[in-house]
């Protein structure tokens, strides 16, 4: 079985106006965020090849001798703001001979390699056809102005009695090539979620999220990612 991670990178992509442009190439401690996510990525003896996929040929450069990975160019055309994650993830299958891909995008910086090599395990031991990262939240929810996990017409519930809200967290994803042929869907219908803790889960989008990342990654706390 043939496992190949992926990491997509457009230098125009930005989640938001405040978003970070280019965040990838953001640097923390010494390394930038597409170096410590190939650096965590080296640490998962499974898999057998990471691909940076993009149409900037400059990245290139930008990333250490010493850093294994494989550059992969892909077409201009994947960088326009209305292309889906399923077309890039459908160009990279014609490209790269794989079996299980594990798409990664590089916005957690703290995010651990055992966490990787559990989402495959899961997949490629074929109870779970597919596996991402979430968070799960015990707070009063609202959507599109509505409560979503309360009702506004009773007493305020404890936090305690509420039904958490999960989020899924858009950057990791573990499934099979076959299934995602079929279903054009990287989460199939029995997916594994692993919920991620506060620390492993911080995620660098905005200026303010860099500069609370520098405080993490000078004071120590990340030795184990890199």
Not at 25 to 44: A, M, N, P, Q
Not at 137 to 151: C, T, V
Request: glycine letters at 4%; hydrophobic letters at 35%.
């Amino acid at each position: 079985m043939i496992i190949k991670a992926l990491i997509p990178f457009s230098s125009s992509y930005r989640d938001d106006k405040s978003s970070l442009e280019q965040r990838a190439k953001i640097i923390l401690g010494g390394f930038s965020l597409l170096e410590r996510t190939l650096i965590t990525l080296s640490k998962v003896n499974k898999i057998q090849g990471s691909y940076v996929f993009t149409s900037d040929s400059d990245l290139k450069d930008s990333i250490s001798k010493s850093t294994d990975f494989n550059f992969l160019y892909r077409d201009k055309y994947l960088d326009k703001p209305d292309t889906t994650i399923e077309q890039i993830i459908e160009s990279f299958i014609e490209k790269v001979d794989v079996d299980i891909i594990v798409m990664i995008n590089t916005r957690k910086p703290f995010l651990k390699p055992e966490t990787i090599n559990e989402c495959i395990h899961k997949v490629s031991k074929g109870k779970f056809d597919s596996a991402f990262i979430a968070s799960k939240k015990r707070k009063l929810s609202w959507f599109q102005g509505k409560p979503l996990n309360f009702d506004i017409k009773k007493d305020t519930p404890h936090l305690k009695s509420l039904d958490p809200v999960l989020f899924e967290d858009s950057t990791l994803y573990v499934f099979q090539k076959v299934n995602f042929i079929k279903s054009r869907k990287r989460i199939g219908k029995n997916p594994f979620i692993k919920e991620l803790g506060h620390f492993e889960n911080f995620e660098v989008d905005r200026d303010d999220d860099r500069k609370i990342a520098e405080l993490i990654v000078n004071s120590g706390l990340d030795k184990e990612i890199t």
